[in-house]
């Protein structure tokens, strides 16, 4: 029952995991958080995935942490969920594989922080971002001081924490945060279909470069630059970029096998 709060579909190599609290608009409360952390911990085993898309039952993505629940925290209490949040946040943003969230309706408060765990967001127009916690007398939990930063910098980070307001998409795209914009019907699937296409490429290449582009965003330019030559000259010690550039000068499609 728990495991359903995040619903799991195959669609071949691409994850669907839909948040899946439909009467709460897909509240994060803590069993939620405990579901996508198991969910996710399981995908990380799972050698034939590629792509991993995240998107919201109904007409939220995700309407933030469970203010239900919150109302009665201690600090103490408070600290605990946010490690929670947080810890299920880290695991998404680890995976190998590239996540993309679909975002189709409110992704406020952890919906935004959720959204932004993953390696990019598409939106369709009903998609609405913001970050609401000073409406509430608190402050982002899971990230929306620190992802959300890094994302979209921080001039548009604190407008968005410090007032309170919600965003449509079109603002959300110009600023940053959503890469495209589909119709509604269509987003869950086009955020598939990018990841079927991205299950075409080199796998060992493609977690390679997600990698270093995630840790080359903490550490100081120097540093980033040495990290991306490690794993561009790693990347000459497989065998799919053999086949991949023999596949290019022979004009035929490659065969990568992820070795
Ligand atoms: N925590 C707990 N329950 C939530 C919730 C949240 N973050 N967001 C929505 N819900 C619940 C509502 O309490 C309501 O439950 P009910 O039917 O039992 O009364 C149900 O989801 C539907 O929400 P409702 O407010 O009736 O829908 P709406 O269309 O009028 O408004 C929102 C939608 C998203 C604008 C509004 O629900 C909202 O502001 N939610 C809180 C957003 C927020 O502050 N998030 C950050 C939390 S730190």
Redesign the pocket.
Known sequence: MEQERVRLERRGAVALLTMNRP???N?LNSDTLRALLDRVEALGGDRELRAVVVTGEGR?FV??????EMQGFSAEQAHAFSRLGHRAFDALEALPVPTIAAVGG?A???GCELACACDWIYASEKARFGQ??V??G?IPGFGGTTRLVRRIGIAWAKELVLTGARIDAETAQRIGLVNRIFPHEELVERAVAAGLEIAGKGPLAVASAKRVMQEGQDADLRVANALEQNAFARSFATSDRAEGMAAFLEKRDPKFEGR
Do not use: C, V
């Not at 309407?63 to 239900?68: E, W």
């Open positions: 009467d709460a608009l509240a939220a309407a933030g942490a469970d203010i239900a409110f406020l408060g952890g609401p916690e409406n509430l608190a």
